[in-house]
């Protein structure tokens, strides 16, 4: 649970549009308990941190005089501050995202959008600038060992040979089902966490599900980063996709995941919030349970603190991330 602050949360917002910047403004200001300020670029932001430190930056990456990446890298060195990166969803800003979080960024958001009416959409930012500003940041760490508590050290990261063929010789299609199943929910700032556990996993270990906070056209590049510093093979969930060893499924930002057992194998559904009920349309659950026939049934879900629950989920979980 995130508690109220007792004074505001200070924002400054650094983006070359003042357009952007005129609109996340708008956002953010129209909510009780923040302070926003802005910057057209890094070099006017550093003089503005001179003189008063925020508690949360909202940076664009792709700038003039200085690019967003460096200016992020440089934060985290001398003063470590949350950042939560505003990107477009083109490919390359989708790549620069991913370097942004793993230089230390602690969310992403995208671009807000306006309507031909001239009303901005609220695109979850001031929940995710809510939740950044009680983030614990630092400079990024050093890789810490390859190997878990428990588990055997784990060999060079062998990649799936041609055709799909996992380590040792056995086929992609005859991969183990995971007799055990690792459900993993992470919230802001959770994906540097993420991939310290990821990274450790060795290449055969238990099936593995993951429900990340991030917007939905980020999660297969996220997945993407995850499985080139991974021995497993780490990618984007979908539907009817087996959970086998060795293998980690990320759900997409804007899916419900659920593990059910189909036969003697266990695989994933991916629910569209729009077509569930209402009550349950702000969450983004994993849910591990189902019955064969397919009807519905109890399971375990976790809640957004990657707890696990018995029986059917209630509103008390609250979202992953914030409504859309």
Same mark, same amino acid.
Request: proline share 9%; glycine share 10%.
């Given at each position: #649970?995130?508690?109220?602050?007792?004074?505001? !949360?200070?924002?400054?917002?650094?983006?070359?549009?003042?357009?952007?910047?005129?609109?996340?403004?708008?956002?953010?200001?129209?909510?009780?308990?923040?302070?926003?300020?802005?910057?057209?670029?890094?070099?006017?932001?550093?003089?503005?941190?001179?003189?008063?430190?925020?508690?949360?930056?909202?940076?664009?990456?792709?700038?003039?005089?200085?690019?967003?990446?460096?200016?992020?890298?440089?934060? #985290?060195?001398?003063?470590?501050?949350?950042?939560?990166?505003?990107?477009?969803?083109?490919?390359?800003?989708?790549?620069?995202?991913?370097?942004?979080?793993?230089?230390?960024?602690?969310? !992403?958001?995208?671009?807000?959008r306006v309507s031909a009416a001239g009303v901005a959409e609220d695109n979850g930012l001031c929940d995710v600038v809510r939740a950044a500003a009680h983030a614990k940041v630092g400079p990024p760490?050093?890789?810490?060992?390859?190997t878990l508590p428990g588990w055997m050290p784990a060999p060079a990261r062998q990649r799936p040979l041609a055709g799909g063929r996992a380590p040792g010789g056995v086929t992609g299609s005859h991969l183990v089902t995971s007799d055990v199943v690792i459900a993993i929910g992470a919230s802001t700032g959770?994906?540097?966490?993420?991939?310290?556990?990821?990274?450790?996993?060795?290449?055969?270990?238990?099936?593995?599900?993951?429900?990340?906070?991030?917007?939905?056209?980020?999660?297969?590049?996220?997945?993407?980063?995850?499985?080139?510093?991974?021995?497993?093979?780490?990618?984007?969930?979908?539907?009817?996709?087996?959970?086998?060893?060795?293998?980690?499924?990320?759900?997409?930002?804007?899916?419900?995941?659920?593990?059910?057992?189909?036969?003697?194998?266990? !695989?994933?559904?991916?629910?569209?919030?729009?077509?569930?009920?209402?009550?349950?349309?702000?969450?983004?659950?994993?849910?591990?349970?189902?019955?064969?026939?397919?009807?519905? /049934?109890?399971?375990?879900?976790?809640?957004?603190? /990657?707890?696990?629950?018995?029986?059917?989920?209630?509103?008390?979980?609250?979202?992953?991330?914030?409504?859309?």
């Amino acid at each position: #649970m995130i508690h109220a602050r007792q004074a505001p !949360i200070e924002v400054l917002i650094v983006d070359d549009s003042a357009v952007v910047r005129h609109v996340m403004s708008g956002l953010l200001g129209r909510h009780a308990g923040m302070h926003v300020h802005s910057a057209s670029d890094p070099l006017v932001a550093m003089a503005k941190m001179r003189r008063h430190r925020p508690h949360v930056i909202v940076l664009d990456l792709e700038m003039p005089r200085m690019d967003g990446l460096t200016f992020l890298k440089q934060i #985290m060195a001398s003063d470590p501050i949350p950042v939560v990166v505003c990107s477009g969803f083109a490919e390359p800003g989708t790549m620069l995202a991913m370097r942004a979080l793993a230089a230390g960024a602690v969310d !992403i958001v995208p671009k807000p959008r306006v309507s031909a009416a001239g009303v901005a959409e609220d695109n979850g930012l001031c929940d995710v600038v809510r939740a950044a500003a009680h983030a614990k940041v630092g400079p990024p760490r050093a890789p810490r060992s390859n190997t878990l508590p428990g588990w055997m050290p784990a060999p060079a990261r062998q990649r799936p040979l041609a055709g799909g063929r996992a380590p040792g010789g056995v086929t992609g299609s005859h991969l183990v089902t995971s007799d055990v199943v690792i459900a993993i929910g992470a919230s802001t700032g959770g994906t540097e966490a993420l991939k310290e556990i990821l990274r450790a996993m060795p290449y055969d270990a238990p099936g593995i599900v993951i429900v990340q906070h991030m917007p939905a056209g980020f999660t297969a590049a996220f997945a993407e980063h995850l499985a080139d510093v991974c021995k497993m093979e780490v990618r984007e969930a979908a539907h009817g996709d087996r959970v086998v060893r060795g293998r980690a499924l990320l759900a997409r930002g804007d899916r419900h995941l659920k593990v059910r057992r189909r036969h003697l194998e266990l !695989i994933v559904e991916l629910d569209d919030p729009a077509r569930l009920p209402a009550s349950t349309q702000r969450r983004r659950p994993v849910s591990i349970g189902g019955r064969d026939d397919g009807r519905p /049934g109890p399971g375990r879900h976790l809640d957004r603190h /990657g707890r696990r629950r018995c029986g059917r989920p209630t509103a008390a979980d609250g979202p992953t991330r914030p409504p859309e």
